[in-house]
């Protein structure tokens, strides 16, 4: 919602990126989110990685559904097209704006409800598609928006505002990913911008489905004690497994790494991510331990973050390899080359007689 | 004794589906149509894989008209459960084929027809081995018995054979085989020619047989269509299989064996519509094909579109409503639910081809209308259009044709502008101009189906809310002056028939038939919704206009009544929603019993 | 000098959501409300949780007028981000009240109105601590001011407060204390009462104040409803809400904790309507409420409905459209898609409460008649309706009422049947008889989509599809028998206003002025669809009729135009689309602006 | 289709159920699917169990979608009632049926196009409602009905029968319901009877939502070579993991097992399943155990077969349990338990004065 613009004066002394840009040019417009919703911190985030990257501005897609989450994609870059689409949909606009220009970023904002609920034959078709796009879950535990029914990724035994309790078992983003083939799945909290941004950034460079689970608690309808996706609960039951350090490809590696601390795993364009696992048993590339142990933290009701899982090894194709598509965009093409012309039609017409 | 006639007879051919007469009811067609002279061809065929019965009729039509004629001269009986109606629906006089291999006798309870026995199974039995092998000689053979019987020219399917299996001859000549058998039984045990019988014309050429789906997906090949996606569902599904060969043969780059199209198997109908949104917003020709189930799962992004106006391209091959209905078979019920579509204050540019000729061109014009109008276009074919064979005259092309983006601001454009304002009425045609990501900062805007303001910012503000959709009104009245205008014929008499798509042909074999006994009646051919100022002189011009269309509710009577100024009196509904395509005989008696009737005075009926 | 306005004026209070004021709003209503003076309040808020505008008209009506006025006697500006608006909307020689802690220059720019500084803020600031506690009194603050103002009794208001915090004593203190504080200062600094004040007047007893998702809640306790199925969707969540917490109240075994209803959050609403009709298939009062993307979603599972005859019920709580539209604002935009939702032939019963009260009886009417007819029953209530506070007469219950179930077989029936079928037609009246599973194996049925003969039966066959597609129109005759009446007002006019739903309270008092201007005009209010004989008669006796309605398609014109015999010129649409309430001025201008034109004839305009 | 119904005259020496009724008892409507199309088997297993377990027909719902397996539903038991819905929708149609009588038996029938396209989050919700039905998957890799496109659980690499190949990978309904929790998971093959017929008695039985995926092959578009769902690839493929035998209440276990052979479960209404463990290392009662199984023997190209996991324990509550429902149908309680009167409305008016 844009009653208001922002003014968009930068400070001389703001930092630049390599195309000269300062964070401020990555904003969007002003949030109307409640004050303290976890979605903001996100929306700061995705600005802080966009700058990062030194993504252009009119090449980030934001795609989204509805819900407070979904409204989000005002918030950030407003150099890029926005498509605040229907409720759970997102993933198909998604997939039809990839298969026109495959050259642009595309990345997604959802909410639990529009992801897991009405949004999940979605969801789970475009990680089977491993459709190129950074989708990102605000996963509150609820519907903020219509005022904080349960979600989908409640957790047994959390609680209403209104006092009731779930008793079904939620559906965990994260594994759903796992099972259906994701390349890049990994879940962070709103709060933890440091580990944050450098999977945002990772997740708008990987090539094929990249999915960010965000805990991001809602102030409004699930912040109070009893809640697992309060503040409080979040910051407690909060493992991360796998830090993971973006590099792009234009830049060196900084930061010094102590031996066998870290690994590094090279994206299709060059770029870099650099694995610290926390845990030395923990191996990011192996699909099935990394389900193994999401789940085994869960049942202990801990939240296991950080880059979860990794294929950069570029095997699964994307949609385009799928597709055989051209590396020009399809919107890209002239007419020329799509049209068989007048002569070509006589030879079809003769099967026809 | 019948009378004689030459090139203008109905046969129908009755089987069971999944055993090859599929082969022997195209051979038979096209060797009529190989020979100059007009035919049509129609198929019923069950919502099933195998075993269930399939009717094909043949009409052949010295004077072009290819709708259904009502009556069946000839009846191929092979199927033995459906022969007791099969035997009724022959015309007295007519002629009924079966297989003798058993005895019928309730095959022989019509004095006033000629039964024709021939022991198709026997004679294949003996001829051929192996179980699988003689049941599709058999089904081949009674192509033979037809050919001596009508005296159609057996090189001529020999020849149209070796077309068909080109890379397999030894299947041209076991198919041979089993003609050459029912051929000769036949023309040793009863005298041929029939009394029907096919005589060569030259009245084909120039012209081609296909079906509506491949028609259309031809068109959406030679428009610039890029981006394909949908979930499959009869009758619908042979549009996006031939949108995808013709790609495949004509889209691949011979090197690189890319592709320069995307083909998507969507999830289900809200997918596909998505991803053709997803796609047009981004900038690429995109469209789906689907039916009515898929129409009434796509409600809410429809009306999306039509508020975010984002172009794209539907083609709704409409089966038989309500709900699952009858999928494979036809009817026009989907008029209202398409004009209407979605929640809210919506309403839809919807095209009406009435052939395959029309589908092909009017697939490229539904894509340089969606862009230049932003908004969804429907193009309503249905099941009879879209997967009988037609005749039609040559497709023809125009190389100088290049697609209309529509407003669509370039990268130099945008750098000349102080600001960019999605929703703003520039030209005074309610039609404002958009851009495309990836271009310039500049021109970023954000879509929403939520409230927004003309300069594309989110509101709840009465005002801003209304100056969108008024300006939505302004871009309708454009579009009535864009859309294809409505096809006429005869002109200053005061009845009036008024029609759209696939009812045509059987519309101008009635008017033939009126007209030759003395009815004055004009004609109108509706061709796109909104309808234009003609649709209204014609409406206004005539005393009483039947309303010819193929649903129960009168769905184009009602668009009619809602969408011009007629008088309701004016309309008179000829209502046929059998699920088969209606034939001319329904609308000569149709209205003949009208003016015949004392009261012939225009009535109110909605549903006649 | 304003004049004084005892008990007949508008408050307009302006303020940010999420802080509190809805509490000082509905304090301020219900105690004018308890002081026996007739009284509305309509709340119009955003589409998010916190932060933006929002609005809340409070009518005080001495004659029981409960629609807009369509002006502002006192505005309550405490939003400085709308003061601008705000200044604007107060009538000449009205008043505004502000909060004075922070100079506001702009405030002063009309000198044709009184301008009110209360230090809100300051003082609150003084007198509490802590940053929320201080932003909630200040809002509350202001109730107290008016209080003072217009002279309302603060007994009654410490009253209302006692009731609400009957479990949270110490808030009724403070809450008391900043009242006070607001009280105080008013009467000290102007002079009160202002010419607007409130008299007490016994015009309120036998009447209660609800919104009519509550009542409709209510209602669909009272018919029996057992299985509630929705997803969450503004503005139709408050009557699930309301459902689930008298079902908490009422229908739990106090014992066993053990609760006699299902209540199901559906992952979207597409599970929603497949819930509720699998739930009433099996013989269950069952239903779900929604709005207009909801309605889209459901487009598919309403045609199996239709055809396959399951009964259902959806409430529909319209909102702005088209698509997301503007979920917090109100508007009668999903008439034509409720109508004739889904693909193919189909038509829907739909009832149109037009206010809380009708909303509890029609809701037991809908169970009534979705079982009678074995048909979807849409209720098209709206945002106005369903989520403002209205004052009604009491609601009333006749304990005899028992639940009509339809035509359902019973084990003794089925067991005399030699044979059950599904679809035949036995009674004449289009509705066939149905049997429930679990009861015997004679009875069993197979519901399908697809085709069926009048027995259940698959089929593909035209006449036996046709069967039941005829029967469905009889049945539809049938239910245009049973659908509650229209209601007329005047006669012999003419002149008419036809209308529905919620449109109703604002044409009852443009009615009053006109026909005190000297204007006879009648009145029709169409309650249901299909429309019977009444509204046959009331278009044909009148010689022009106002269809006034809130959307911009005149959608109800549009189904009056189909589904009588109406000349379509003998009706005029005025069109209300903004999002806000129709207000009786609206219809007063509207009247009085076409009567006055030179061109007072009929004339056909679509989109006046 | 039931252009013919089927003669029902019993021979006397036929063997009678508990009930007296013989297996023609339980038959439905003549089939219309195509001459040895695997879901015919299915259907003939259905008639088994249900005469195994002397259902009363009349307490048999059947509930599907669209596609050849949903018509299915009208080729078995024709004395219950069924509900041939839309495509996709069916689990929502049984949700709402279940939730007005919870005293009936509901068998769901479903494609793989049916239950993993169109209508995968439907299907994924039932499960984690634990919703008390029996669901069959009739998985044939291909949209039948439609004519062979591919469906969600196509293989990578295998071939449609117009030759193009599957590039994208499955989605296994089997790990997906281990996934969200379901409490009785199985798959079988339509050939297998034995296997078969054992499953749907117990999956009848069981208390919540059951599972059974089972490969049916398609003879018209799947059965080709390079298909992995054809007949010869399943017989050759097909890994029997966890054999059970089911023993109603009302009977004695007869067969005699070998010591450490096979273990018991009782369901919720004293019943038995008698498991046989092919692999002494198999738990099928441990979820993440099997789920990892099941990949394992996926990754390799089979199908692991059998009772794969079951929850008989009853601590997931099924869907009336998390609802608090009484035991007395919904659709069966008087009005008079329903309406609280016009006394009652009295004191509900006093909150609204
Ligand atoms: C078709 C449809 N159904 C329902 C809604 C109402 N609705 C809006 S947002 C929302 C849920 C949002 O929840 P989530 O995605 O978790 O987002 P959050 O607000 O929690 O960030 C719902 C149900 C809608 N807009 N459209
Ligand atoms: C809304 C809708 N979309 C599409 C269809 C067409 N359709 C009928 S069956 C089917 C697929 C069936 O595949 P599956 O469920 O695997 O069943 P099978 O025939 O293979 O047993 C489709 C797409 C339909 N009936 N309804
Ligand atoms: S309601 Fe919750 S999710 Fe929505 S903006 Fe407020 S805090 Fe965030
Ligand atoms: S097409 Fe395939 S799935 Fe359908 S009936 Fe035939 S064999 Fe079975
Ligand atoms: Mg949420
Ligand atoms: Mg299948």
Known sequence: MTFITKPKVAHPSLPRNALGCTRRDYEGALSTLCAGCGHDSITAAIVEACWGLSLEP?????????????????????GGHGFNSVHGR????????????????????SGDGDTLSIGLGQFCHAIRRNLDMLYIIENNGVYGLTKGQFSASADVGSKAKKGETNLQPPIDPVLLALDLGATFVARSFSGDKRQLVPLIEAGLRHRGFALIDVLSPCVTFNDHEGSTKSYAYTRE???????????????????????????????????????RKLDADYDPGDRRA???????????????????????????????????????????????????????????????? | MTTRRVNDFTIKIATVNGTGSASANTLLMKSIFRSGVPVMGKNFFPSNIQGLPTWYEIRVSRDGHVARSGRVDLMVALNPETYARDVKEVASGGFLVYDSTWPRPALLSRPDITVIGVPLAQMCNERFSGVRTRILMKNICYAGVLAALLSLDLERIRGLLAETYAKKPALVESNMQAIQLGYDYARQHFECPLPLSVEPMDRTAGHIMIDGNTAAALGCVYAGATVAAWYPITPSTSLMDAFKSFCD???????????????????DELAAIGMVLGASWNGARSFTATSGPGISLMNEFLGLAYYAEVPAVIFDIQRVGPSTGMPTRTQQGDLMACAYASHG????????????????????????????????????????????????????????????????????????LEKFHRYVDKDGDGIPWRTLPGVHPKAAYFTRGSGHTQFGAYTEDSADYQVVLDRLLRKWDTAKKRVPRPIADGAGSELGIVSLGSSDSAIREALAVLRGRGVAIDYLRVRAFPFGEEVERFLAAHRLSFVVEQNRDAQLRSLLTLETAVEKAKLRSLLHYSGLPVSSSFIVEGVLAEIASPAAQPQDIAHA
């Open chain 1, 58 to 78: 009119q090449n980030l897609v934001k795609l989204s559904g509805i819900g407070c989450s979904s409204k989000t994609t005002a918030y950030f870059v407003s």
């Open chain 1, 90 to 109: 997102m993933p198909s606009i998604a997939t039809g704006a990839n298969a026109a220009n495959r050259r642009l970023s595309y990345i997604g904002v």
């Open chain 1, 237 to 275: 039951h909060y493992e991360p497994a796998v830090l993971a350090d973006f590099v792009p490809r234009e830049r060196e590696i900084t930061a010094d790494y102590g031996a066998g601390e870290a690994s590094e795993v090279i994206l299709h364009d060059g770029s870099r991510i650099v694995l």
């Open chain 1, 290 to 353: 990394a389900a193994a142990r999401v789940q085994e933290r869960m049942s202990s009701g801990e939240y296991l973050t950080g880059l979860i899982y990794l294929d950069a090894s570029g095997e699964r194709p994307e949609f385009h390899q799928v597709s055989r598509t051209p590396e020009v965009p399809l919107n890209s093409l002239p007419y020329e080359a799509l049209t068989p012309g007048a002569k070509a039609l006589e030879k079809i017409l003769a099967r026809y007689r």
């Open chain 2, 249 to 267: 043969r004509l889209r691949v780059d011979p090197e690189t064996g890319l592709r320069r199209f995307a083909f998507i198997q969507a999830e």
């Open chain 2, 345 to 416: 204050d919506t309403r839809h540019v919807c095209l009406y081809p009435a052939n395959p000729e029309e589908c092909f061109y009017m697939a490229r014009e539904a894509f340089d209308l969606a862009e230049r109008l932003q908004t969804p276009v429907m193009v309503l074919s249905d099941l009879d259009i879209g997967m009988n064979d037609w005749m039609c005259p040559d497709l023809e092309w125009d190389d100088a044709y290049r697609p209309d983006r529509g407003k669509v601001l370039g990268l130099e454009e945008i750098l000349k």
